[in-house]
């Protein structure tokens, strides 16, 4: 249905048109029961990501041209957050978070994702503004991945543990490896321990 995942392909067969995406899944048979349509439903959203997503890599002449555009941003602090934000603007339901996490998946580590449990620990602990914007958390975490010598990966996984208790069903941990976890309790016990500093923005 999306020719081989070809963006400019994918743009010549569709255009803009996210019903005729739609319609090509519904005759595939693929879905057990008919799909919903309403404009926030979740496979005219996937159409619509899928379209613009096409449009945006289009302009590229393959995956080394994308790499080597994603390296101008990844290799300065200063621009870097301005990547995931043109993808969001470029492309439909791909928020500043998902964008991000795209990126970190693509190899480009620096890219930690400024999810729900991020945001809440980073602006509990008083490293970032409480609650923090997407961009305030992503410049939290490089911060804290430069201080201590890590990939803001490493910063964002860490976190996203201790929020959600989530292991990818390892088999040595917790039940199926998932554990119980209390992210206020943290938030709190770390704050009890280790104070943060008068600006309360800065490890």
Known sequence: ????????????????????????????????????????????????????????????????????????????????PALPMLLSYEIDGFGFPLACDFLKELGFLDFGKPDVHLKAILGGLGLA???????????????????VGVSAYHVDKLFWLVGSGYFYDHPDVGRAGRVPTDRSGFITSSVDRFPAPESGLHL
């Open 129 to 147: 503004p409480s609650p923090p914007s997407d961009y305030e958390a992503f410049k939290a975490i490089v911060r804290i991945a430069h201080e």
């Open 1 to 80: 249905m999306l020719c081989a995942f070809d963006p400019a392909a994918v743009s010549r067969c569709f255009g803009d048109r996210w019903e005729d995406v739609l319609d090509a899944v519904e005759a595939s048979g693929l879905l057990p029961h008919p799909v919903r349509r309403e404009p926030r439903s979740i496979w005219p959203l996937f159409c619509r990501s899928a379209l613009s997503g096409a449009a945006s890599l289009r302009q590229f002449d393959d995956a080394d041209d994308f790499y080597a555009w994603v390296e101008v941003f990844d290799k300065d602090d200063r621009i870097r």
